[in-house]
């Protein structure tokens, strides 16, 4: 299974290059959020509550960082449902290998893919003055927490695509992606949301992945934030595998 | 052993669409089987669950040996599978595909590259194979899918509409293929809706219509079933018809008439018969335009046996066809 896993992954990560109109928008897309934010709410770091930041471009990081994940997952869910409409993905099943390295092969690719959105952007930060409180041990977390949390969301996307089958209604969630994010802490300090807003985020795991991601970088590691991150982002991804074999099985059960 | 045994096949969707009837069918093996209907007929629904992308809904298939529900594993390690519309990863290059097909077909690591190389070399895209197959054209695909199906030698190759929408000469060239295939020991079932095709390539034809096979036998078998030749009639535009079909029955049955022409007659006389039918129409004040006297073919089993033609049989795929090659998002 693991062969045949590792083949799908190289040809995902292959054809996710050659196909730079879906690669782009996972790092522009953040980055041109990030630009907006920095530059025109670095002020917010004054406001009263606000933790202590070197710059706002710091605390942002972890924003653009989830956003480019969570586009990330939306990436593999189209790409899962092209490979279905395009009859790519039947010429998989007829292949003697075990059906569940067919979602793998995917998401494995979208982990490797969520460990260059977090190395660029930690990359981006450090070029226009971020500091990364926390040094090296400090990048491995944000980078594990990163992975974990993009392998959790390309196998959501590869679930959604395995349910919807068609690329349009993958393509459809695309605001979802704004609305969790601003229902979460990846903006703004939580205790600053006002509510409800405050409310839902605390219930929402991006929150805990948003902290767990930015505390290495504005601080030391603080070990609840940090071990709360690495546990959403586990769960995420841990649902996501688990809700992708289910919605594999379900389709193959259909056929 | 049979390579395909097939009995009481039937699939049923939601909705309660009866695709597939209850078929049985039975292939040797190293025998290239036609499967032969017009579009709607059950033809992909059948290879579909032959090849185990599809649960049957009832009776029972064997592929290789093995039963397509319980077993699919060990059916999918021996056979190859050309769907209709080649399937291919339009961003990726023709070796690159190969590879990968031959990875998840279990060929050992050492002997990906030579195997991939040499059957892209057989279909004759070693130029192209560093391209990516969106740059191909549809023949340069259907090759390539034809390829990836038999990278790991398998013991049956389904090949479904493999010439749909291809030009004369890509089709003449995948005809090849599938005799040399043939000759090599490959049972080979074919699904066509194009009747040259089965009566060129199949040792024995199936013949199946709104989920029934409705013939089966060698191509000279079911042509001699029909027996008789008939007659296509074209008349002048203001003819009667309805009289002139009158005038026509002594001489046979009349049959639907083929695109293109008005009347159709059987005669079992064969061409001794064209001069009294003439002269018969002549007599009764009807001008011929045109007439041609037609041996049976695959099309009049299937009239024979359905009372309408194949849709399209009769007409060669258009080189226009071919689809232009374009890159897929």
Redesign the interface.
């Known amino acids: 299974m693991l ?2 896993a590792v ?2 992954a190289r ?1 995902s990560l ?2 996710t290059l ?2 730079p ?2 690669l782009a928008p996972l790092l522009v897309f953040p980055s041109l959020f990030l630009a907006i934010n920095t530059g025109g709410l670095h002020r917010s770091t004054d406001l009263p509550g606000f933790p202590h930041v070197h710059g706002f471009l710091d605390f942002q990081l972890a924003a653009a960082m989830c956003q480019s994940l969570m586009l990330g997952g939306v990436g593999a869910g189209i790409a899962t449902a ?2 279905i409409e ?3 993905f ?8 075990p059906r569940v390295s067919i979602p793998l092969g995917r998401i494995m690719a979208g982990a490797v893919i969520a460990a260059v959105q977090v190395v660029y952007f930690l990359a981006l930060g450090l070029i226009f003055g971020a500091h990364i409180a926390a040094g090296v041990p400090g990048v491995l977390m944000v980078l594990l927490i990163g992975i974990a949390t993009g392998t959790g969301f390309a196998a959501l996307g590869v679930m959604l695509a395995l349910r919807a089958r068609s690329a349009s209604t993958v393509q459809g969630i695309f605001p979802l992606v704004f609305v969790v994010l601003f229902v979460s802490s990846a903006f703004f300090p939580r205790k600053l949301l006002s509510h409800p807003a405050d409310w839902v985020a605390a219930y929402n795991p991006l929150s805990y992945v948003a902290d767990g991601i930015r505390d290495p970088i504005i601080s030391s590691i603080t070990a609840t934030t940090v071990l709360e991150g690495l546990a959403a982002a586990l769960g995420i991804a841990a649902a996501g595998i688990g809700l992708s074999v289910v919605a594999l099985r379900g389709r193959l059960r259909e ?1 | 052993m049979p390579a395909i045994e097939v009995q009481g096949l039937e699939r049923v969707f939601k909705g309660g669409l009866r695709a597939v009837a209850g078929i049985d069918l039975e292939v040797a093996a190293g025998e290239v089987y036609g499967f032969l209907g017009p579009n709607g007929a059950g033809k992909t629904t059948t290879v579909r669950m032959l090849v185990t992308l599809l649960r049957p809904t009832g009776g029972r298939a064997l592929v290789a040996g093995y039963d397509v529900a319980t077993e699919p594993h060990k059916v999918r390690k021996r056979i190859g599978v050309a769907l209709q519309e080649a399937a291919l990863d339009m961003l990726m290059t023709g070796r690159e595909l190969m590879e990968l097909q031959a990875t998840l077909h279990g060929i050992p690591p050492r002997d990906v590259r030579d195997r991939a190389a040499a059957l892209i070399e057989r279909v004759g895209l070693s130029q192209a194979a560093e391209r990516r197959v969106g740059t191909y054209s549809g023949g340069m695909r259907r090759r390539l899918d034809l390829a990836m199906a038999l990278i790991h030698a398998p013991d049956v190759l389904f090949l479904d509409e493999p010439t749909t929408g291809l030009d004369p000469v890509s089709r003449i060239t995948l005809w090849d293929e599938v005799r040399r295939l043939r000759d090599e020991g490959t049972t080979v079932f074919l699904t066509t809706q194009y009747l040259e095709e089965a009566d060129q390539l199949a040792d024995r034809v199936g013949i199946i219509n709104a989920g029934k096979i409705v013939a089966e036998g060698t191509p000279a078998q079911l042509k001699a079933e029909v027996g008789r030749p008939h007659l296509d009639l074209t008349l002048t535009d203001d003819a009667d018809l309805d009289r002139a079909r009158e005038v026509l029955a002594q001489f046979g049955d009349g049959r639907p008439p083929a695109e293109g022409c008005h009347l159709s007659v059987a005669v079992a006389g064969g061409a001794t018969e064209i001069a009294p039918v003439v002269r018969a129409l002549d007599d009764a004040g009807f001008m011929v335009a045109s007439l041609e006297l037609v041996q049976p073919t695959l099309d009049d089993v299937f009239v024979e046996k359905t009372g309408r033609h194949l849709e399209g049989a009769e007409q060669a795929p258009p080189a226009a066809a071919d689809p232009v090659a374009e890159p897929v998002a």
């Open positions: 062969r045949a083949a799908l040809r292959r054809t050659r196909r109109q879906f092209l490979e395009g009859g790519f039947d010429r998989l099943v007829a292949s003697p290998i056929a």
